[in-house]
């Protein structure tokens, strides 16, 4: 069992800056794929960034140049920094862990409201 606690969220300002952590249990990221999805007001979850075992990584369009997923393998803790945050980066941002359909695993989730 894989237990994930995100960490981070918060109210920004438009153009400011958030960095969200996600803490797991144990050593997972040399077997799992970790992500950060999430789900604003209304809408379906979505991907945001993705990195794999081996260290590629994958952004959603609408965040590819502001957002940048990373990983502490001696902390077992995954990252999303996010710059120039817009009102609708808005959402509950999730961390996820895949390694099957057998072996998924998500966090709690954690609230990001970017409003003036």
């Known amino acids: 069992q894989v237990q994930l606690v995100e960490s981070g969220g918060g109210l920004v300002q438009p153009g400011g800056s958030l960095r969200l952590s996600c803490a797991a249990s144990g050593s997972i990221f040399s077997i799992y794929a970790m992500g950060w999805y999430r789900q604003g007001p209304g809408k379906q979850r979505e991907l945001v960034a993705r990195i794999t075992s081996t260290g590629n990584t994958n952004y959603a369009a609408s965040v590819r140049g502001r957002f940048t997923i990373s990983r502490d393998t001696a902390k077992n803790t995954m990252y999303l920094q996010m710059n120039s945050l817009k009102p609708e980066d808005t959402a509950v941002y999730f961390c996820?862990?895949?390694?099957?359909?057998?072996?998924?695993?998500w966090g709690q989730g954690t609230q990001v409201t970017v409003s003036s």
């Open positions: 996820n862990a895949f390694r099957s359909t057998k072996n998924e695993y």
